[in-house]
């Protein structure tokens, strides 16, 4: 018997004794007939934090006061404000403050990260990605573009993983099975950490273990798993990763993004296009000709930062810091796990209605169910819409929740699915 209730009082409960619960306050809700609505769209875009309108007007009032000289007189020093984001954005992602970089947008740091390791040899046998058949499309486009970029084929040079028959995940052993069967002819494995679609979270030391061994590189679209899952990319040993700050960070759309070069590549001849801005800081302002890389992360970095964008995202990043991604994960796998028994319990009443295709396993999944509906899924995401629910639609037939730990309840878990026991 389950020790979930399908009661106000208890959901209210569970959020009484969340030590989380307090973060919840420090966003703005949009709002239906006059109350908070059900923000479960958090992996699209996460809410934006009340203390956003203060960081970006202190940057704006230095702007108005300093002028260029922002760049060394503001609060926070233009010229080295990325860097203010280095050591909390280490911690969120598991690294060393070496191997992470803020800059750019999440598929430019894709092709920046493609370039360095995507080189297959001109005439060789080492030419093929590998990933997941559904990645999220951006990163479709950047593989075979990148592939057609070295002369290559894309119908023959990108691989793309299909679950079994009558599945909707991948396993990990049919995965690291398809890489040693790949063998020499790979080139690099790259995955979402978690699959845009259907909340799966892979195995990311695994896949990098099997990678190495077959002599590919690897990396990880982390779109959907940064400010999701407890992430140890330094650990787990994956050569890159790249992820963007306006889902689960709550940065702001198109919010600055992220990018994660291991350890064992720094200071290396690692193959990149270059621009000033990763040119050694110690000497960027000489103007030099020849390129003088930054013996960490930064070396990818081409361009200045941006800093309004950084504004919000350093408010975000401190918020991450206060709660802790192992708390965070914590309550996540409590949360998600709440609305997974309340929807299976809808469903179950319902001639099996929905169809939760996320993993349940919480070592497979982060904030995120994604529903498969048997019947007029489009009417009842409308009517949900209509009451006051804010979550995603894919089609054909395929409905998107996220409760983010951050800021969402186990109340919201309980609104959630009453509202949609009444759309049915």
Same mark, same amino acid.
């Given at each position: 018997?389950?020790?979930?209730?399908?009661?106000?009082?208890?959901?209210?409960?569970?959020?009484? !004794?969340?030590?989380?619960?307090?973060?919840?306050?420090?966003? %703005?809700?949009?709002?239906?007939?006059?109350?908070?609505?059900?923000?479960? /769209?958090?992996?699209?875009?996460?809410?934006?934090?009340?203390?956003? !309108?203060?960081?970006?007007?202190?940057?704006?009032?230095?702007?108005?006061?300093?002028?260029?000289?922002?760049?060394?007189?503001?609060?926070?020093?233009?010229?080295?404000?990325?860097? $203010?984001?280095?050591?909390?954005?280490?911690?969120?992602?598991?690294?060393?403050?070496?191997?992470?970089?803020?800059?750019?947008?999440?598929?430019?740091?894709? *092709?920046?990260?493609? =370039?360095?390791?995507?080189?297959?040899?001109?005439?060789?046998?080492?030419?093929?990605?590998?990933?997941?058949?559904?990645?999220?499309?951006?990163?479709?486009?950047?593989?075979?573009?990148?592939?057609?970029?070295?002369?290559?084929?894309?119908?023959?040079?990108?691989?793309?993983?299909?679950?079994?028959?009558?599945?909707?995940?991948?396993?990990?052993? @049919?995965?690291?099975?398809?890489?040693?069967?790949?063998?020499?002819?790979?080139?690099?494995?790259?995955?979402?950490?978690?699959?845009?679609?259907?909340?799966?979270?892979?195995?990311? #030391?695994?896949?990098?273990?099997?990678?190495?061994?077959?002599?590919?590189?690897?990396?990880?679209?982390?779109?959907? !798993?940064?400010?999701?899952? %407890?992430?140890k990319l330094h650990d787990?040993?994956? @050569?890159?990763?790249?992820?963007?700050?306006?889902?689960?960070?709550?940065?702001?759309?198109?919010?600055?993004?992220? /990018?994660?070069? *291991?350890?064992?590549?720094?200071?290396?001849?690692?193959? #990149?296009?270059?621009?000033?801005?990763?040119?050694?800081?110690?000497?960027?302002?000489? &103007?030099?000709?020849?390129?003088?890389?930054?013996?960490?992360?930064?070396?990818? /970095?081409?361009?200045?930062?941006?800093?309004?964008?950084?504004?919000?995202?350093?408010?975000?990043?401190?918020?991450?810091?206060?709660?802790?991604?192992?708390?965070?994960? /914590?309550?996540?796998?409590?949360?998600?796990?709440?609305?997974?028994?309340?929807? +299976?319990?809808?469903?179950?009443?319902?001639g099996s209605i929905f169809?939760?295709?996320?993993?349940?396993?919480?070592?497979?999944?982060?904030?995120?169910?994604?529903?498969?509906?048997?019947?007029?899924? #489009?009417?009842?995401?409308?009517?949900?819409?209509?009451?006051?629910?804010?979550?995603?639609?894919? +089609?054909?037939? =395929?409905?998107? &929740?996220?409760?983010?730990?951050?800021?969402?309840?186990? $109340?919201?878990?309980?609104?959630?699915?009453?509202?949609?026991?009444?759309?049915?």
């Open positions: 018997m389950s020790a979930y209730q399908n009661t106000l009082d208890f959901a209210r409960a569970l959020d009484a !004794a969340d030590p989380l619960r307090d973060f919840r306050n420090e966003f %703005h809700f949009p709002q239906h007939e006059g109350k908070p609505v059900v923000y479960f /769209a958090g992996n699209s875009l996460g809410l934006q934090p009340k203390a956003a !309108a203060a960081a970006l007007k202190q940057e704006l009032d230095d702007w108005a006061t300093f002028g260029v000289e922002g760049h060394f007189n503001a609060k926070h020093p233009w010229y080295s404000y990325h860097e $203010e984001l280095t050591a909390s954005t280490a911690r969120l992602v598991g690294a060393l403050p070496e191997e992470v970089v803020v800059m750019n947008q999440l598929t430019s740091n894709l *092709h920046f990260l493609l =370039v360095s390791f995507y080189r297959p040899p001109h005439g060789g046998k080492r030419v093929k990605i590998l990933c997941e058949q559904r990645p999220f499309p951006s990163d479709t486009y950047a593989f075979a573009s990148q592939i057609q970029f070295h002369d290559l084929d894309p119908k023959t040079c990108l691989v793309e993983m299909v679950p079994r028959s009558g599945e909707h995940t991948l396993r990990t052993e @049919d995965i690291t099975q398809k890489i040693a069967e790949l063998g020499d002819e790979l080139a690099l494995v790259c995955f979402g950490a978690v699959n845009f679609l259907t909340g799966q979270a892979f195995d990311i #030391r695994a896949i990098t273990e099997a990678a190495h061994k077959a002599g590919a590189n690897v990396g990880f679209d982390l779109a959907h !798993a940064a400010g999701n899952l %407890h992430l787990d040993g994956p @050569d890159f990763a790249c992820w963007c700050s306006y889902k689960y960070l709550n940065s702001g759309p198109g919010g600055v993004a992220g /990018a994660f070069v *291991h350890q064992r590549h720094l200071g290396k001849d690692l193959q #990149r296009f270059a621009g000033w801005w990763g040119h050694d800081k110690k000497e960027r302002f000489k &103007m030099e000709r020849e390129f003088k890389p930054m013996p960490t992360a930064e070396a990818l /970095a081409v361009s200045n930062a941006p800093v309004l964008p950084m504004a919000v995202h350093r408010v975000a990043l401190e918020q991450f810091d206060r709660a802790g991604m192992e708390r965070l994960r /914590a309550k996540s796998i409590q949360l998600t796990g709440y609305l997974r028994w309340l929807i +299976e319990g809808i469903s179950a009443a319902n169809n939760i295709i996320t993993p349940s396993d919480p070592a497979n999944n982060g904030a995120q169910l994604s529903i498969l509906v048997n019947g007029d899924g #489009r009417s009842i995401f409308k009517r949900i819409t209509e009451r006051g629910v804010v979550c995603d639609w894919r +089609e054909p037939n =395929v409905l998107r &929740m996220a409760p983010v730990p951050m800021y969402n309840s186990f $109340e919201d878990a309980f609104r959630f699915a009453a509202l949609l026991q009444d759309c049915i």
